[in-house]
């Protein structure tokens, strides 16, 4: 095969099938051998719906992936950051650069953004292949003391840069972050490097909370599932000797968690809703009017994100090894996205074609 791709064409539907190796035509390309591909829940939300909204064509299906890592083997006559044979991560949607949002820095909220393994429509081709092709400025060349496997985690570090970034997070606050999945965690971790007091993680699951007190050596809340949100916000504040909090961080994506990080924070107080659940929830809008709360949504990862998850890892501000789980063969990648659906370990990989 040229390029071993990995293609869905529905819910539990996945083969390996050979794509023709992308050409470099733009100026600005770049041709990178992938490495490692992360597993992430979007990719679970394909494996058993064969979508997020839009689902997969069944005919035509899409190259899934794209949490990414690789190798630049080609680029195009006006690539002058990049060369052949260095290691990158990749920042896997390229906009259009034209609109009023690209214009603006807010290139991630494009219309016409061509994300990795969407399908559209038009679809976009996912990382999960031998060979893909993307834009100089969306590589980003890691150093020596990161390693590939690492560097697949460039990419939700991001988001959880962007998350607090979002958040506004300042030295001193208090910070609570529902839901200690990888995202959870890797918020977290941002928020104390941005100076956080104290960052309080929630879960329901007694294993993720042991791994996040090891991992982080943060506080964690096991709420209770038999009790409404109110009861469980105030036993979370009587736990920790709290009155409130400064900042909360859902990613979760759960109703009851939206609605108890609505009622820990102080008036005036900061809502970042990080976590992709239901389109349609319960939330206690008269809550965020009474305490005049600013609540934001976050979405991926914008101008700058890539670049300060990178200098974290490379620094050693945020240990990302310690979060990968398992290595799955290319031709296992459904092994791999059945793992993460079960809850098995925190973030699992799959190696590139060798």
Same mark, same amino acid.
């Given at each position: 095969?040229?390029?071993?791709?990995?293609?869905?064409?529905?819910?539990? @539907?996945?083969?390996?099938?050979?794509?023709?190796?992308?050409?470099?035509?733009?100026?600005?390309?770049?041709?990178?051998?992938?490495?490692?591909?992360?597993?992430?829940?979007?990719?679970?939300?394909?494996?058993?719906?064969?979508?997020?909204?839009?689902?997969?064509?069944?005919?035509?299906?899409?190259?899934?992936?794209?949490?990414?890592?690789?190798?630049?083997?080609?680029?195009?006559?006006?690539?002058?950051?990049?060369?052949?044979?260095?290691?990158?991560?990749?920042?896997?949607?390229?906009?259009?650069?034209?609109?009023?949002?690209?214009?603006?820095?807010?290139?991630?909220?494009?219309?016409?953004?061509?994300?990795?393994?969407?399908?559209?429509?038009?679809?976009?081709?996912?990382?999960?292949?031998?060979?893909?092709?993307?834009?100089?400025?969306?590589?980003?060349?890691?150093?020596?003391?990161?390693?590939?496997?690492?560097?697949?985690?460039?990419?939700?570090?991001?988001?959880?840069?962007? @998350?607090?970034?979002?958040?506004?997070?300042?030295?001193?606050?208090?910070?609570?972050?529902?839901?200690?999945?990888?995202?959870?965690?890797?918020?977290?971790?941002?928020?104390?490097?941005?100076?956080?007091?104290?960052?309080?993680?929630?879960?329901?699951?007694?294993?993720?909370?042991?791994?996040?007190?090891?991992?982080?050596?943060?506080?964690?809340?096991?709420?209770?599932?038999?009790?409404?949100?109110?009861?469980?916000?105030?036993?979370?504040?009587?736990?920790?000797?709290?009155?409130?909090?400064?900042?909360?961080?859902?990613? @979760?994506?759960?109703?009851?968690?939206?609605?108890?990080?609505?009622?820990?924070?102080?008036?005036?107080?900061?809502?970042?809703?990080?976590?992709?659940?239901?389109?349609?929830?319960?939330?206690?809008?008269?809550?965020?009017?009474?305490?005049?709360?600013?609540?934001?949504?976050?979405?991926?990862?914008?101008?700058?994100?890539?670049?300060?998850?990178?200098?974290?890892?490379?620094?050693?501000?945020?240990?990302?090894?310690?979060?990968?789980? @398992?290595?799955?063969?290319?031709?296992?990648?459904?092994?791999?996205?059945?793992?993460?659906?079960?809850?098995?370990?925190?973030?699992?990989?799959?190696?590139?074609?060798?």
């Amino acid at each position: 095969m040229q390029n071993p791709s990995i293609v869905l064409y529905g819910a539990g @539907s996945a083969k390996v099938e050979d794509k023709p190796i992308p050409e470099i035509l733009q100026a600005h390309d770049v041709l990178v051998q992938i490495a490692f591909v992360g597993v992430c829940g979007s990719d679970v939300h394909f494996w058993n719906e064969g979508g997020i909204g839009n689902h997969v064509d069944r005919e035509s299906g899409i190259v899934m992936g794209h949490e990414a890592s690789g190798i630049v083997t080609s680029i195009g006559t006006a690539v002058t950051d990049i060369q052949v044979g260095d290691r990158v991560a990749i920042e896997p949607g390229l906009p259009c650069r034209h609109c009023k949002p690209c214009k603006a820095g807010t290139y991630h909220l494009c219309k016409n953004i061509e994300f990795a393994a969407s399908p559209g429509p038009p679809a976009t081709p996912g990382t999960l292949c031998k060979y893909y092709k993307t834009a100089e400025d969306f590589v980003y060349k890691i150093p020596e003391n990161i390693s590939l496997e690492e560097a697949v985690l460039v990419e939700p570090t991001s988001v959880a840069v962007h @998350s607090v970034k979002l958040g506004d997070v300042r030295p001193g606050e208090t910070v609570v972050v529902m839901g200690s999945g990888t995202i959870g965690l890797l918020c977290a971790a941002v928020a104390k490097e941005f100076g956080a007091h104290r960052v309080i993680l929630v879960d329901i699951l007694d294993t993720k909370l042991e791994f996040a007190r090891n991992y982080l050596e943060c506080e964690t809340f096991r709420p209770s599932t038999d009790a409404d949100a109110e009861t469980n916000a105030t036993s979370l504040l009587s736990t920790f000797g709290l009155a409130e909090v400064d900042t909360v961080i859902e990613a @979760s994506g759960a109703a009851s968690s939206i609605e108890t990080g609505i009622n820990i924070l102080r008036k005036g107080g900061k809502y970042v809703q990080t976590g992709i659940g239901r389109r349609k929830v319960e939330f206690p809008i008269a809550l965020v009017g009474e305490k005049e709360l600013v609540v934001k949504g976050c979405f991926r990862y914008s101008s700058g994100d890539y670049e300060l998850a990178v200098s974290l890892l490379s620094r050693g501000s945020i240990d990302v090894k310690s979060l990968i789980s @398992s290595t799955s063969p290319f031709e296992d990648a459904t092994v791999a996205w059945e793992k993460t659906k079960k809850g098995e370990g925190i973030k699992n990989l799959i190696r590139g074609v060798l």
